[in-house]
Structure formats: structure tokens, C-alpha cells
């Protein structure tokens, strides 16, 4: 589907949302709930590259990145980049899916927050941590990973290793990619693949950063 087509499909199923072309985005209000809506903007300015820029203007989430909020603007916090690929290539094909899968359960998860001082699900740490959380998802890797196996995974794709199924797994396992984790590993393998290179090399680049600082300390 057409980015026009895309974006008549959301203001079909959204009437409080308003396209504005000169600058690329929807405004408007995205409600949860007959009484509890957000005022939001929606920059389509990098879709599909990447997810849209999500602005929450009514200052009812403090830009905290506990809070998942940028600290640094109203821009809401949805995943990580590289889980974001993942999904855009995967399941969220349309910005109206976008809205329904990624959008409103964020704001549905905030007014969790504001009623129970927690939110109802889990997600990702902030940072590196959040980054490793995230390979680790897209992998299917278990909590007990280290980091320097997400790493050396990241550096191998980065390198130009391409694992076939029937080379060892990445999760060192010593099985097949084919038959490993029940060929769940080889599936997600090939969502890792979906990661555009300049994604994998910040990430890398976050872990080199991290190492190189404790050398010099």
C-alpha cells in the first residue's frame, strides 16, 4: 500500500487525527478510552525507514526515560532501533497498524502507570542494557546471555558472515541453525538479517564504547 493510501486509511479509522502536509505528520488526539485521550504528533518524516516520531504535546508524561519519554523532547519511546526494523519489516506493514499494534498500547500502558505507579507489562532497560534486551528478543536468546555473545553476533553480520542452517547456531548451542530451539533460532536468524547495517553499527558502537571506557578507567 502507497504512503497516500496509507495515510487515508488512518484518518479513516482515526477522525480525532488531521493530516498536515507541509509538515509531514497527523495532529490530533488518539483516545484510549471515551475519557482518556492524548494530544499527539505523528512525524511520518522517517517512515518506513524507521517508526514515525510520536510527540506527546500535553505534557501529561514527563519526559523521563523511565517514564519512556525522551528526556530531551516530547518524542515518545517505543522499542529499539533495532527491534523497530524487526517489526517493520515483519508484522507492522501500514501506518494504521502502527497505530493500533505500537501507539495506542503505549498510551494504554502510560495510564496504567498513572493508576497502579507501574506499568503492566515489561520493557525494555534504557541504554545498552535496553539494546542487549532488545538482540536478545529478536534472537530468542535466553536472559542468562551475555553481552559479548550479542556482540559477536552483531560483529560476525557485520563482517559479512551469513549463517546458513546448516552451519552451528549463533546461540553456541552446538546444533544446526536448522534444528536448533526446535528451527525457532533459524527463524529469528533471518529477522536478525532484516537490521540495516548503520542500525548494527551504533549498536556495536555502543558496546565498543562501554569496553573502551573501562579499559581507560
Request: proline fraction near 3%; aromatic fraction near 12%; hydrophobic fraction near 35%.
Given at each position: 500500500?502507497?504512503?497516500?493510501?496509507?495515510?487515508?486509511?488512518?484518518?479513516?479509522?482515526?477522525?480525532?487525527?488531521?493530516y498536515d502536509s507541509d509538515s509531514n505528520s497527523f495532529k490530533g488526539k488518539i483516545c484510549i478510552s471515551v475519557n482518556?485521550?492524548?494530544?499527539?504528533?505523528?512525524?511520518?518524516?522517517?517512515?518506513?525507514?524507521?517508526?514515525?516520531?510520536?510527540?506527546?504535546?500535553?505534557?501529561?508524561?514527563?519526559?523521563?526515560?523511565?517514564?519512556?519519554?525522551?528526556?530531551?523532547?516530547?518524542?515518545?519511546?517505543?522499542?529499539?532501533?533495532?527491534?523497530?526494523?524487526?517489526?517493520?519489516?515483519?508484522?507492522?506493514?501500514?501506518?494504521?497498524?502502527?497505530?493500533?499494534?505500537?501507539?495506542?498500547?503505549?498510551?494504554?500502558?502510560?495510564?496504567?502507570?498513572?493508576?497502579?505507579?507501574?506499568?503492566?507489562?515489561?520493557?525494555?532497560?534504557?541504554?545498552?542494557?535496553?539494546?542487549?534486551?532488545?538482540?536478545?528478543?529478536?534472537?530468542?536468546?535466553?536472559?542468562?546471555?551475555?553481552?559479548?555473545?550479542?556482540?559477536?553476533?552483531?560483529?560476525?553480520?557485520?563482517k559479512g558472515v551469513k549463517l546458513e542452517i546448516r552451519d552451528a547456531c549463533y546461540c553456541g548451542s552446538g546444533l544446526?541453525?536448522?534444528k536448533c530451539s526446535n528451527g525457532h533460532h533459524n527463524t529469528a536468524y533471518r529477522n536478525f538479517r532484516k537490521i540495516?547495517?548503520?542500525?548494527?553499527?551504533?549498536?556495536?558502537?555502543?558496546?565498543?564504547?562501554?569496553?573502551?571506557?573501562?579499559?581507560?578507567?
Amino acid at each position: 500500500m502507497d504512503i497516500k493510501s496509507q495515510i487515508a486509511e488512518v484518518l479513516k479509522n482515526y477522525r480525532s487525527l488531521e493530516y498536515d502536509s507541509d509538515s509531514n505528520s497527523f495532529k490530533g488526539k488518539i483516545c484510549i478510552s471515551v475519557n482518556d485521550c492524548y494530544d499527539i504528533v505523528i512525524d511520518l518524516s522517517t517512515y518506513p525507514d524507521s517508526f514515525p516520531v510520536v510527540f506527546e504535546i500535553g505534557e501529561r508524561i514527563p519526559p523521563k526515560m523511565d517514564r519512556h519519554k525522551y528526556s530531551d523532547s516530547d518524542a515518545c519511546c517505543f522499542s529499539t532501533s533495532a527491534k523497530a526494523q524487526v517489526m517493520l519489516k515483519t508484522k507492522i506493514t501500514s501506518l494504521l497498524i502502527f497505530i493500533k499494534e505500537i501507539v495506542v498500547p503505549y498510551f494504554k500502558s502510560n495510564s496504567f502507570y498513572e493508576l497502579n505507579g507501574r506499568y503492566a507489562n515489561s520493557t525494555y532497560s534504557h541504554g545498552l542494557s535496553g539494546i542487549i534486551e532488545g538482540y536478545k528478543d529478536i534472537l530468542c536468546l535466553p536472559e542468562s546471555t551475555t553481552e559479548l555473545i550479542i556482540c559477536t553476533i552483531i560483529h560476525n553480520r557485520l563482517k559479512g558472515v551469513k549463517l546458513e542452517i546448516r552451519d552451528a547456531c549463533y546461540c553456541g548451542s552446538g546444533l544446526t541453525l536448522k534444528k536448533c530451539s526446535n528451527g525457532h533460532h533459524n527463524t529469528a536468524y533471518r529477522n536478525f538479517r532484516k537490521i540495516d547495517r548503520e542500525v548494527l553499527m551504533a549498536d556495536f558502537y555502543s558496546f565498543y564504547t562501554k569496553w573502551n571506557s573501562r579499559s581507560v578507567s
